[in-house]
């Protein structure tokens, strides 16, 4: 049985940087496409972006170039590494995992309980 824990979460200023990091167990870390949502208070979860089994990221357009997203197989953990951080970005991040897909769809198999980012002035 797969298992991610997030980690990383915290209260942060506007314009500071945050990295998340979800680590796997229960199954080979190596084999699995992972990815990110989020989910602010009163709103649908929403995708961020995900990097493949094969260490291809692909992150969400309107975050490009302050987000981004890289794996470590040594360590068995997905990062993301968040910059620039807004008011907006303030929401429950979660991690997910599935062997077969990547997308944007929140169609994966494991997910993790999220780990919770706060920006404030």
């Known amino acids: 049985q797969v298992q991610l824990v997030e980690s990383g979460g915290g209260l942060v200023q506007i314009g500071g940087s945050l990295r998340l990091a979800c680590s796997l167990s229960?199954?080979?870390?190596?084999?699995?496409?992972m990815a990110w949502f989020r989910q602010a208070p009163a709103k649908e979860r929403e995708f961020v972006g995900f990097i493949t089994f094969n260490n291809i990221p692909y992150v969400k357009a309107s975050e490009l170039g302050r987000f981004t997203i890289s794996r470590d197989s040594a360590k068995r953990t997905m990062f993301l590494q968040m910059n620039s951080l807004k008011p907006e970005d303030t929401a429950v991040y979660y991690c997910?995992?599935?062997?077969?897909?990547?997308?944007?769809?929140?169609?994966?198999?494991?997910w993790g309980q999220g780990t919770q980012v706060t920006v404030s002035s």
């Open positions: 997910a995992a599935d062997l077969g897909y990547a997308g944007e769809d929140p169609d994966y198999d494991y």
């Open positions: 229960g199954r080979t870390f190596d084999h699995y496409n």
